[in-house]
C-alpha cells in the first residue's frame, strides 16, 4: 500500500505542476546563510526558530525588490491610472484577523495588473491577542513589532505633515489654516506580488512621528524634558489600533487616526500625480483638473471620509480652485463602499470634536451640507422632513455628522459588498439618496483570494483538483465548474474525502496538544469563528449543543452522529454582552467534555485567539461551516466563502454573500434555515415576543432554564442572568424565532453526515461553486465599473539581477 502524502509532499508535488515557484535550491541556501550571517550576525550555533524565519524572509525579499522596483518604473513610464484602495486592517501578511478583505484585494490588485496602492496606518500594537482565563477572555498586547518586521521597508524620506488644532483665517489672498500642531506621518512600505506576472504592489502604512522643531535654547532643563517626554503624546496617533467590530467609538484618538491616514494618503497622491512622464518627457502636472483621469480614491467604509472634505481643502485653499471646480474633481475621484447597516456601528462625529481637532473642513463639511440641502430643496420643496433626513448634519441634543452621508453625496459611487446588503442599503438605510441619484448606487460582492485560501492553506486540496481540471483556476476560479463533470466519479469523490480526513487528523492533533482534549477525527467538526456579537448569533449556536446535549442523555443508547463544535472569535475589550457570550461557551463546554454518557460523541472547544495562522488550520479542516446571523444584518462576510472553497458544508441563514452563494451551488446544496429578510421586517411590524417560543418550545424552555438555574454555573447559579434577559426581552436579533428550524436543519446535517459518499458529492458541488467568490472577481469588477481601469493577465517583463 503506498505511504501518504505529507504536507511537503504535495507542496514539491504542485511546485512541479507549476503552482508555486521553484527557486534554485543552492542558491537559496547560499542566501539564506547570508541573510542569517550578514543581516542577523548569527551562526547555527545560537540561531533561533525567529533567526532562521527572518533570514528566510530576507532572502525571499530580496527576489521581490528587483520586480518591486521594476513594476514602479513600468507604472511611471506608461502612467496608467491608479487606484488607491484604502483600509484600516493591518494586512493578513501579520497575521491581524477579522479583516482579511483588504488583504485579499490587494493581492488580486496585484495579480490583475491594476496600479493599486493600500494605505493603512502601522500600528504599534494591532487587535489584542485573546487569552482565556477560566472561561473569561483576558486581552493582551499584541506587541507584533518588537522584533521587527522583516518585510517592510522605511521611506523617511517621502515623511508628511500631518496638522490639527489650530483655527481658520479668511483673508484677501484665501482661507488660512494657522496656528495648528504638526504631527509628521513617517511612511513604511511593505511589497504586494502578484501571482506569477512578476508585478509587485505597494502597501504603504504611516507611522506617527513628533515633529524636531524644539529649540533647546528656549527651554529650562525641566522644560526640555518634558518636551521630549511630549513627543509620545504626538506619536500614540499610531499606537493601537481599536478593537471595535461594528461599533462606533467616538473618541478624539480614533478621529486623529481617521484624518491622520487621510491626510498623509492625499499629500502622497497628489505628489505621485504631480510628478508624471508624459511620452519621453518628465514634467511637472501642475492642472489638478486631470486628476480623476488618474487616480481613484476608494473609501472602505466611512473610516477615510475625511478624505472628501481634505480634498476640497487641498484644491480650494492650496491650489486656490473655484469650489465648483474642486467639488466636481472630488465626487469623480472618490467612490465608498459601505460595509454595514447596523445603526450602532455609523460614524456620527460631534460638531464640537471637529471644531476643536479640525475647525476648517468643519467649515467646509458646513458647505457641503449647505449646498446638498439646497439642491434637495429645489427637487423636494416644503419637504422639512426629508431634509432633515438627508442631512449631513444631524441635530439633537449633540449635534453630530453623519460620515455616510457625507460619503455618499462625496462620491460617484457608492456600493455594498454582497447583492442583499446592496439591495437593503437602497431600500431603507440609504433609500432617500438612492431616490436621489440612483445611478451612483451598485454591487460589489466581496470574495478571497484562491491563493491564500486554497493553495496555501490547502496544498493537498488544490493538487487534487489540479490532477482533474489543471492548475489554471488559480487565476481564473469560475473552472472550479469543470469540478461538475467528476461529481459522480468515485475516485474523485475518495480523494476529496481523503484530503478532508487527513486535514482534520492533522487539526484534531493539535487541539489535543494546545487544549489537552481528546477529539475524534471521525467526528463532524462543526465551526464558528467571527467576532463574537449579538447579530452573529453564537447565542444560537450554544442553544443547539444544549439542546443536543440534552437528547443525547436522554436517549444514550441511540446511534447519534459524533460532533466536535468548534467557536472561536474576539470579543470587543468592552462589550460586555460578547464577552459574557465566551464565558457561556467555555461553561458549556466544561460541563459536556466532562460528561461520560456524552463521551466522544459531544466536544466543545472555544478556538482561543481565533487569527488568520489558526484560520489556515481549522478551514481546511471545517465540515460544517455556520452563518447563522440574522438575515439582514451580515452585509457579505468572506469566512464563509472560505470554509465553501476548502470543503466545508454550509449552515446558513439567507444573508449576506450565503445568498448568493446558495445561488451559485444550488439552494439544495446548502443547509438554508431561518427567516428571510422579509419575515424579519414583518415581524419587526408585528413586535417580537420571545418569551412565546419559550413557553410554546419545550427543549429551549429547558436549555433556558438550564441557563437560568446554573446547570452550566454551579458555583454562580445567576451568572448568565444578563443573557438570560436580554434574550426573553430585548434580543434585537431574534434568536428564538429561528430555534425550531434551526434544529430541524440541523438534524439534516447530521442524517447526511452519516453517508459520507453523498455528503462528498455536495462538497463538490459546492467547490464547483466557488468561482464567482473570487476577489480577482470583485476586483475586476471595482476596476471596470467604477475606476475606470482595465484588469489584465499579462506579465511585464522581469528585472535583470544586479547581483
Known sequence: MAKPLTDQDKRKQISVRGLAGVENVADLKTNFNRHLHFTLVKDRNVATKRDYYFALANTVRDHLVGRWIRTQQHYYEKDPKVSRCRSRARTQLIGSSGRGRGSCFLDSM???????????????????????????????????????????????????????????????????????????????????PGYRNNIVNTMRLWSAKAPCDFNLKDFNVGGYIQAVLDRNLAENISRVLYPNDNFFEGKELRLKQEYFVVAATLQDIIRRFKASKFGSTEFVRLDLSTLPDKVAIQLNDTHPALAIPELMRILVDIEKLSWEKAWDIVVRTCAYTNHTVLPEALERWPVDLFQNLLPRHLEIIYEINRRHLERITKLYPGDVDRMRRMSLIEEGDVKKINMAHLCIVGSHAVNGVARIHSEIIKNTVFKDFYDLDPEKFQNKTNGITPRRWLVMCNPGLAEVIAERIGEDYIRDLDQLKKLLDFVDDDVFIQDVAKVKQENKMKFAAYLEEHYKVKINPRSMFDVQVKRIHEYKRQLLNCLHIITLYNRIRKEPSKSWTPRTIMIGGKAAPGYHTAKMIIKLITSIGDIVNNDPVVGERLKVIFLENYRVTLAEKVIPAADLSEQISTAGTEASGTGNMKFMLNGALTIGTMDGANVEM?????????????????????????????????????????????????????????????????????????????????????????????????????VIHNIAGCGKFSSDRTISQYAREIWGMEPTLEKIAAPDDPR
Open 110 to 192: 496585484a495579480s490583475l495588473g491594476l496600479a493599486a496602492y493600500g494605505y493603512g496606518i502601522r500600528y504599534e500594537f494591532g487587535i489584542f491577542n485573546q487569552k482565556i482565563s477560566d472561561g473569561w477572555q483576558v486581552e493582551e498586547a499584541d506587541d507584533w513589532l518588537r522584533y521587527g518586521n522583516p518585510w517592510e521597508k522605511a521611506r523617511p524620506e517621502y515623511m508628511r505633515p500631518v496638522h490639527f488644532y489650530g483655527r481658520v483665517e479668511h483673508t484677501a489672498e484665501g482661507v488660512k489654516w494657522v496656528d495648528t500642531q504638526v504631527v509628521l506621518a513617517l511612511p513604511y512600505d511593505t511589497p504586494v
Open 662 to 762: 446558495a445561488e451559485e451551488a444550488g439552494e439544495e446544496n446548502l443547509f438554508i434555515f431561518g427567516m428571510r429578510v422579509d419575515d424579519v421586517e414583518a415581524m419587526d411590524k408585528k413586535g417580537y415576543d420571545a418569551v412565546s417560543y419559550y413557553n410554546r418550545i419545550p427543549e429551549l424552555k429547558q436549555a433556558m432554564d438550564q441557563i437560568s438555574g446554573g446547570f452550566f454555573s454551579p458555583a454562580q447559579p445567576d451568572l448568565f442572568k444578563d443573557l438570560i434577559n436580554m434574550l426573553m426581552h430585548h434580543d434585537r436579533f431574534k434568536v428564538f424565532a429561528d430555534y425550531e428550524d434551526y434544529i430541524k436543519c440541523q438534524e439534516k446535517v447530521s442524517a447526511l453526515y452519516k453517508n459520507p459518499k453523498e455528503w462528498t458529492k455536495m
